[in-house]
């Protein structure tokens, strides 16, 4: 453990200390910014009358939307000289929201992203290849501050350029890979397909931190087995403040949530009620410590479930299943909902599939229809008809009994799902204006 004081801390203990800096968080957002103090006051409530943890129920919820519409500054709650960084969102789904960070936020932020390579089982004596993204996107420098806070000897290659990426792993002896899960396994497929020759093997690697993307346990596999490491799923938003709110350790089941820094809730999404541990719902974050932007109650529209067990890596913070999807990313087919994600964990479990998949909706008429395109192995895509069909019908079985959805399956021969060295997408909706 990088930070065993904090990471292993007693609840109880815990819970103390995030009261503490709850006050402090809530009370810094009243007081240094004008929007929050606005909103604080149009809810009746005064950072005062925060007492308890659970009075942060009283507190309205920040939504994306109001980021979007405070971008750049307007939920800076420190003067602009006094920030060091600026990061954005990607702004998929509109436009981007914007993060700010002062020396002290810069630290936290290695420090929280040390832990998450330590709970990799990562250290000094790693070779860490940074794949990720470098720019406004905080997966690249997230990594990296991390990754030299730790003492590792960090490589900042980026995201892409995937030949070279290989031959950095060979020739730099790289232990360590940061990437989404959907690149890494480009990186496999790339050589597999132009450089019979490269053997993951053979090379140092043994251990990588994957995130950015919803990912599954098939995924896991397919990248454990192909690469010969053991894969770790981390996570973060850049709204929250990047990578490093979340990761699993070595027992490897759930990712821990480093609540002594971010207070974490679940709520219904639809109500917003605030459900009790265990529930799955939508996950909320509120900052303990940060300085120039303090989120309080950020709804991420990510749907998880929270719980707490005793973990062999003894760890005593809470733990959150995989992201299962976003809120926004869940389609509803027919009345049904379903996410990407679990479309991907019914068909990486069929052999011969290969983990590269499109989902296709679009609206016959009044109803939804889906097509999920999946690519197979050169064997099976060159065999006969009927295997093909054999394995096509299979695989819509699979998606009827286990997701309740009718999808056409359509299978495609290997490399024709478009690549992406960084988040996969996975979903085109044409019923969409
Ligand atoms: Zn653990």
């Not at 050589?191 to 043994?206: H, I």
Request: glycine content about 8%; overall charge negative.
């Amino acid at each position: 453990m990088f930070n065993p004081d904090q990471e292993s801390m007693r609840p109880s203990q815990r819970r103390e200390l995030q009261l503490e800096r709850l006050r402090w968080s809530v009370r810094h957002a009243y007081e240094d910014n004008p929007y929050y103090r606005q909103k604080f006051q149009a809810a009746g409530l005064h950072p005062d009358q925060v007492r308890t943890l659970d009075d942060l129920r009283r507190i309205p919820f920040l939504t994306k939307q109001e980021m979007r519409e405070q971008a750049p500054y307007g939920l800076f709650a420190v003067p602009l000289k006094d920030v060091v960084r600026l990061h954005a969102s990607s702004g998929t789904t509109g436009d981007a929201t914007v993060a700010g960070y002062t020396r002290g936020d810069i630290e936290l932020w290695s420090t929280l992203m040390a832990r998450t390579i330590a709970s990799a089982g990562g250290g000094a004596e790693d070779v860490l290849q940074v794949a990720y993204g470098y720019g406004l996107f905080t997966g690249g420098l997230g990594a990296h501050y991390g990754g030299e806070k730790i003492g590792a000897t960090v490589i900042p290659i980026s995201g892409g350029n995937t030949e070279r990426q290989l031959a950095l792993i060979r020739d730099f002896g790289t232990t360590m890979l940061a990437c989404t899960p959907s690149y890494a396994v480009n990186m496999v497929d790339y050589a597999a397909r132009n450089l019979p020759w490269f053997d993951f093997r053979k090379t140092r690697l043994k251990r990588g931190i994957f995130g950015a993307e919803p990912w599954t346990e098939g995924m896991r596999q397919e990248i454990e087995s192909r690469m010969g490491i053991d894969a770790f799923d981390i996570y973060g938003l850049s709204e929250v403040i990047g990578p490093g709110v979340a990761c699993e350790c070595s027992a490897k089941r759930g990712l821990h949530v480093f609540e002594d820094v971010f207070l974490v809730e679940t709520i219904d999404p639809d109500t917003g009620e605030v459900l009790p541990e265990g529930s799955q719902g939508e996950l909320v974050y509120t900052s303990l410590t940060k300085e120039c932007c303090p989120v309080i109650r950020y709804r991420s529209r990510d749907i998880s479930r929270l719980y707490r067990d005793t973990c062999p890596c003894g760890r005593t913070l809470v733990k959150m299943d995989k992201i299962y999807g976003r809120s926004d990313d869940m389609l509803i087919i027919r009345g049904v909902n379903v996410f990407p994600s679990q479309v991907e964990s019914v068909i990486l479990q069929v052999e011969g599939v290969e983990p590269h998949y499109e989902i296709v909706v679009d609206r016959q008429g009044a109803l939804d229809d889906v097509e999920v395109r999946v690519e197979v192995s050169e064997a099976i895509f060159s065999d006969e008809l009927k295997v093909m069909s054999a394995l096509s019908d299979h695989i819509a079985a699979r998606m009827r009994a286990t997701l309740g959805i009718s999808a056409k399956i359509t299978l495609v021969e290997p490399d024709s799902i478009e690549r992406s060295a960084g988040k996969a997408r996975r979903v085109v909706d044409r019923r969409k204006p």
